[in-house]
DNA sequence: GACGCTTTATTTAGTCGCAAACTATCTGCA
DNA sequence: TGCAGATAGTTTGCGACTAAATAAAGCGTC
């Protein structure tokens, strides 16, 4: 833990990163934001705009003092590219400094496949060479728990990856900065640049969908575990027995309320036969059963981040996931049974729930690049460097 | 989040601290150890040889190099005093730099009572007068959630205090620094400095006796949650519903295992109405109900001690607290349902029980004041700084 | 016992970012 | 009109720490 970290010129790519998320602020805004003196902001944006790669703007009209002359980016030109890997497919999207989606694309793809990784690598040559503007890096968000963001060694049982050297091969196959992380996390960064993490330090990002999920960060620095497997509560145990999990325990939330629990619940109790879109379906057309099966989850899930709340104190929670689209029939029950396991001194932790759509978990990949200019712990190791050092380099290439 | 914190000397001070806890270091080592290069440490301790804070002791046989020449403090008279508040008593004690007692005393008290920070106060201000030695600072541990180690705001229910200004009643009072916090964070505190932190980062340390309890240290860190309520794992739900808790809700973990839950337990199934000592005394003498009934609190402690494991991917688990003398009856149920509970991937993670006696609460509130030295993040606010700075005058007073 | 290797400690030159003092420019109020 | 107060931005000098080069002092080995 240095003092001092060991980190080339992080403050100018914090600013160029601010400035492209946030759009145009001026310099004590970002002395405030970044947590810098006005001093050092001055120093940095003078440098910054002698590289052209800032501009002065406009004057904002004052509110009692010396008006703001803000600031902006010079070139928009940067992006990144973000892919989320799945079990069938690979999800792909080109997103802009500033997080809007220049371009979106879906390719399948077999994890099992004997030569995946090179794959994997293909579609990802395509996209870069494909890519409009100034790419930063690529982001890759992984169903599993990956050893770091840097190396990006992953241990997925759901692709039947174990120790896929991810980051390596397709560093290698790129020529470009490669960071790769597990999905939950990677929505977790982006609500950082993008949504909560705005204005809260500390928060939970609990996913629902195939799997139950969870990011965490900390002090506006996502926290991964000692071996990168912090944020499992799919298999927090609920029960001393309960159903038998695909993880080899007994009990876990994700063998109660996961997507492929659900289904069978729904297939059990006579709903339906037809997966996740027609239970939910079901439930809009006012089944009482589908809805009573959504309200049970929903229960089942405060329960348990009642008990993450306890253990981790954030300031709040955000809700996201596939499964979010059903969100209205798991309030039902999740509202009540959050709260009432919640001890009073907690029971005010508000819950937010995100706008869902498909690219967004891809999206959370790219911002897994986009963000990497605000690391100050150095979880984006390496690769964020050369990420940083693109963003300094500015829009040569 | 200032990229570089303004902190006065911290250096210097983890220099003095380390040395004091850890007894004589090489140079070479004292860089290694707090993560600055070795031309730090030879400035740093060029000034402290000069004010003859530090001494130049022998010189270690080489490993194959240049041999390294160990530092010492120049004075060991640096010294802390701890409180433990409990509802019926406070626990103090003496303690030099390296963690050693070197005298403790209890007093009855009375926190109900009208004046009850006056009595603490004036109690605390006996033990500061007749303190031998160079006093740096004061630590108390509080069983309940404390705002800031800094300013000392305290919700403790079980002793009747809300929004009790600890800190600020007792710095007036003393004159000298004092750090307020959580008794289960003072622990994790000390096992910082004194224990499992020397060879790991991220660490939880779970205590188990009148409640049950967690701190949770991550990247050398202590983690106090948004509003300093991380760790209350006693009222994780274990189920829907279950007995009723002293918070209000139901079916929390300390519900069932905290000590009343077990020594009514113990009343329940005829083993003894004389509480938690003879219900261990009872399995001492081979009580086959006492035994069961251990470890059936063993078992549930695995289960969400598993759950926490999920959640924060710790490197070990410490377990600890006045409960832990009766540890190889709760082991029993412990460390099957521990392993069951935990996914495969995290089958590994390994658990450590300390050994407790009496003082061990009262020295980990006087640990976080030995501590200060090292703490980078600002956790310990301005009497963190007034701790460093009387470190670094030396022992004068 | 000369050479290479390892580890420890120091020196030097330089970077990063800060605090403090300052200037600049506006609002509001008497 | 003029001054207090607020907010924005700049300049200057400095403290803390680093990286890189160097010196110091031992070991092993042929």
Chains 1, 2 share one sequence.
Not at 52 to 72: F, I, K, M, N, Y
Not at 147 to 161: H, I, M, N, R, Y
Not at 251 to 274: K, M, N, S, V
């Amino acid at each position: 833990m240095p003092a001092q970290p060991a980190r080339g010129d992080l403050v100018p790519s914090a600013v160029l990163g601010l400035l492209g998320t946030r759009g145009p602020l001026s310099r004590a805004e970002l002395a405030r934001q970044l947590g810098v003196s006005p001093a050092t902001v001055t120093q940095i944006t003078k440098a910054l705009l002698a590289r052209d790669l800032v501009v002065e703007l406009d004057q904002v009209p004052s509110h009692g003092g010396r008006p703001a002359r803000r600031l902006g980016l010079a070139s928009t030109g940067w992006g990144a590219i973000g892919a989320k890997v799945t079990a069938d497919h690979v999800a792909l999207v080109h997103v802009a400094l500033d997080g809007s989606v220049t371009g979106s694309s879906v390719h399948a793809f077999d994890p099992d496949a004997p030569h995946a990784l090179d794959a994997l690598a293909v579609l990802l040559r395509d996209a870069v060479e494909s890519h409009d503007g100034h790419l930063l890096g690529v982001g890759v968000g992984i169903p599993g728990a990956v050893d770091s963001q840097d190396s990006g060694t992953v241990e997925a049982p759901t692709l039947g990856w174990s120790e896929a050297r991810v980051g390596r091969a397709l560093r290698s196959a790129l020529g470009v900065p490669v960071l790769v992380e597990n999905d939950v996390n990677t929505l977790a960064v982006a609500e950082r640049v993008y949504g909560v993490g705005r204005d809260h330090g500390s928060y939970l990002v609990a996913t629902i969908g195939r799997g139950i999920g969870c990011g965490v960060v900390i002090d506006g620095a996502l926290y991964r575990g000692a071996y990168g497997g912090a944020g499992e509560i799919g298999h927090l145990p609920m029960s001393v027995d309960g159903p038998a999990c695909a993880c080899g325990g007994q009990g876990c939330l994700e063998a109660y309320i996961g997507q492929a629990a659900l289904e069978r619940a729904a297939r059990e109790r006579g709903i339906t036969d037809d997966g996740i879109d027609a239970l939910r379906l079901a439930a809009d057309q006012g089944s009482a059963d589908a809805r009573a099966l959504f309200a049970e989850a929903g229960a089942m899930l405060g329960q348990a981040l009642a008990g993450v709340v306890h253990t981790l104190d954030p300031e709040v929670v955000v809700l996201l996931g596939e499964g979010i689209t059903a969100w209205q029939y798991w309030e039902v029950g999740f509202a009540a049974s959050f709260r009432r396991h919640l001890m009073p001194s907690r029971r005010g932790t508000p819950y937010r729930i995100d706008s869902w759509d498909e690219d967004k978990w891809a999206l959370g990949a790219a911002a897994l690049v986009l963000a990497s200019p605000f690391d100050q712990t150095g979880a984006t190791g390496d690769q964020g460097s050369l990420v940083r050092e693109r963003l300094h380099a500015g829009p040569s290439a």
